[in-house]
């Protein structure tokens, strides 16, 4: 089936470092998502994106984290500057728009800021 | 308080048994509901929606949902090994591809032989 990839797998940072958390959402798909899953916790919606627009966004998302997707590249997560409590695993989704609005998820990164 | 609780935890069932698990949404705004499964390593997958009241079957899975009460019920018959996964509830005000889904902690699922 369709699938969402996300690069990389793990990704150990130090605390104040920026991160880039890349996504390769599903070919023609047109909304594009992050969730974050601290350890323990719930899974935990970030942000959607349409059009090259933030469309919601929750109280999670800080000013620190932005999102974009050049040109039709990857869709990326930013985090400039990291803190300890962003530590997690962050979730990759997106779906077409169309029928039943399934999100496809990818496996996730795993960060750890140091 | 979580907007979406699950129960139980975890349970086993054995292999071509009845696995049956609950969520319940504590936000009235919340009307449409998912199940979505993840296998070890890997992200969540959709096993189904379910956004009007009563049954909705697909293969050997069953939702059934109550608005009244918020409460919504996986039930998946005759268990295979590879039903073995963390099973979560997630929850939406809208029907739309818009919208972020509010998850629940999950049910772990292990079915033995």
């Known amino acids: 089936g369709p699938k969402v990839l996300q690069i990389p797998s793990h990704q150990i940072i130090d605390m104040g470092q920026m991160v880039t958390l890349n996504c390769d959402p599903v070919?023609?798909?047109?909304?594009f998502y992050w969730y974050k899953q601290i350890l323990g916790q719930q899974m935990e919606f970030l942000v959607n994106?349409?059009?090259?627009?933030?469309?919601?966004k929750s109280k999670l998302f800080k000013d620190q984290f932005s999102v974009e997707r050049p040109d039709g590249s990857y869709f990326t997560l930013k985090i400039q500057p990291t803190a300890l409590e962003d530590s997690a695993v962050y979730f990759c989704a997106s779906s077409s728009g169309l029928g039943s609005a399934e999100q496809f998820f990818g496996p996730g990164t795993r960060l750890t800021v140091l | 308080q979580q907007k979406v609780q699950q129960s139980p935890e975890s349970l086993s069932v054995p292999e071509g048994g009845m696995a049956s698990f609950n969520c319940t949404s504590s936000d009235r705004n919340f009307q449409y509901f998912w199940w979505y499964r993840q296998h070890s390593g890997e992200g969540p997958k959709a096993l189904m929606?379910?956004?009007?009241?009563g049954d909705k079957k697909e293969g050997r899975f069953t939702a059934h949902l109550n608005k009244a009460s918020l409460h919504v019920s996986l039930h998946i018959r005759d268990s295979q090994p590879s039903d073995s996964a963390l099973y979560f509830c997630?929850?939406?005000?809208?029907?739309?591809?818009?919208?972020?889904?509010?998850f629940g902690l999950g049910t772990r699922v292990s079915v033995f032989p």
């Open positions: 994106f349409y059009n090259g627009k933030v469309m919601e």
């Open positions: 070919s023609n798909h047109l909304y």
């Open positions: 929606s379910i956004f009007s009241d």
């Open positions: 997630a929850a939406s005000e809208h029907d739309n591809y818009a919208q972020g889904l509010t």
